[in-house]
Nanobody
C-alpha cells in the first residue's frame, strides 16, 4: 500500500515559482510511473506531468516549458518545479501513480497565482 503526501503549495504572484513535493511511503515506489494532477474550482482533475520509473517525462501542453517533473527514488519523492506561473495555474495539485489510482489520492496542495 502506498500513501502520498503533497506539500509546497502557496500563494505566488504571476511569473513566480514554486516547487511541489510528493512524499511516498510503501514499497516498490521506484517502479511506479508517477504523475502530478491538478483540479481548478468547477473543473475536472487533469494530468499536468508524468514521469516513469526510469525518468522519462511528459507534459500537458499548457505547462510545457514552464514545469519540470522529477523524482528521487532514494527519497521516495516526486517533485514538480513550476516556473513562470500564471493565474490559470491556480488549482489544487495532487500526485498519484500514472495512470491514477483511486486508492492513492491524497489531500493535495493548494497553489494560488494572484497579484
Amino acid at each position: 500500500q502506498v500513501q502520498l503526501v503533497e506539500s509546497g503549495g502557496g500563494l505566488v504572484q504571476p511569473g513566480g515559482s514554486l516547487r511541489l513535493s510528493c512524499a511516498a511511503s510503501g514499497s516498490f515506489f521506484s517502479i511506479y510511473a508517477m504523475g502530478w494532477y491538478r483540479q481548478a474550482p468547477g473543473k475536472q482533475r487533469d494530468l499536468v506531468a508524468r514521469i516513469t520509473g526510469g525518468g522519462s517525462t511528459n507534459y500537458a501542453d499548457s505547462v510545457k516549458g514552464r514545469f519540470t517533473i522529477s523524482r528521487d527514488n532514494a527519497k521516495n519523492t516526486v517533485y514538480l518545479q513550476m516556473n513562470s506561473l500564471k493565474p490559470e495555474d491556480t488549482a489544487v495539485y495532487y500526485c498519484n501513480r500514472y495512470p491514477a489510482s483511486s486508492a492513492y489520492w491524497g489531500q493535495g496542495t493548494q497553489v494560488t497565482v494572484s497579484s
